[in-house]
């Protein structure tokens, strides 16, 4: 399963962008164990503790630095209806941008692909689903 957009989904996002602010749900799910590019677990117990690191790197200023702000965070407890039963999710989180070019400036900075080995160690999947025209109050 992806944990990164493909060239045609950059693509296919930059032809209609949403204008406005926008906010980006994230369904994630850990791996058991952390996996590092070198082969290590970062000295982490699992995949949890990895993204963890992310997120610490996101709230120490990566978000700040394009004015995004963590909306939502819970981790999932069961699934409820339609094919819920499959829901293979650890975690939610929904994190406001003021447009998705800042979305997009983000993850291409360099102190965010610093971060980002910590995401990638610790994720098995993600889906990720851009939202836009009905600002939260």
């Known amino acids: 399963m992806a944990k990164d957009p493909t060239e045609e989904q950059i693509q296919a996002l930059l032809q ?18 952390a996996e590092y590019e070198d082969g290590s677990n970062g000295g982490c ?3 949890m503790q990895a993204y963890m ?4 790197a996101l709230f120490d ?11 939502f965070s819970e981790f999932v407890a069961a699934g409820f209806i339609g094919e819920a039963g ?4 650890d975690l939610v989180a929904i994190v406001q941008y003021p447009s ?7 993850v291409s900075s360099p102190t965010y692909q610093q971060a980002a080995k910590h995401r990638d ?10 939202c836009s025209g009905n600002e939260p109050s």
């Open 16 to 33: 209609n962008p949403p204008t406005g602010s926008v906010r980006m749900l994230n369904l994630l799910k850990f791996k058991a164990q």
């Open 45 to 47: 117990g699992n995949g």
């Open 53 to 56: 690191r992310y997120s610490e």
């Open 100 to 106: 998705i070019h800042a979305f997009l400036e983000m």
């Open 61 to 71: 200023g990566i978000l700040a630095s394009v004015d995004a702000e963590l909306v």
């Open 121 to 130: 160690a610790g994720l098995a999947h993600q889906l990720l689903i851009c």
């Open 86 to 89: 499959n829901t293979d999710y």
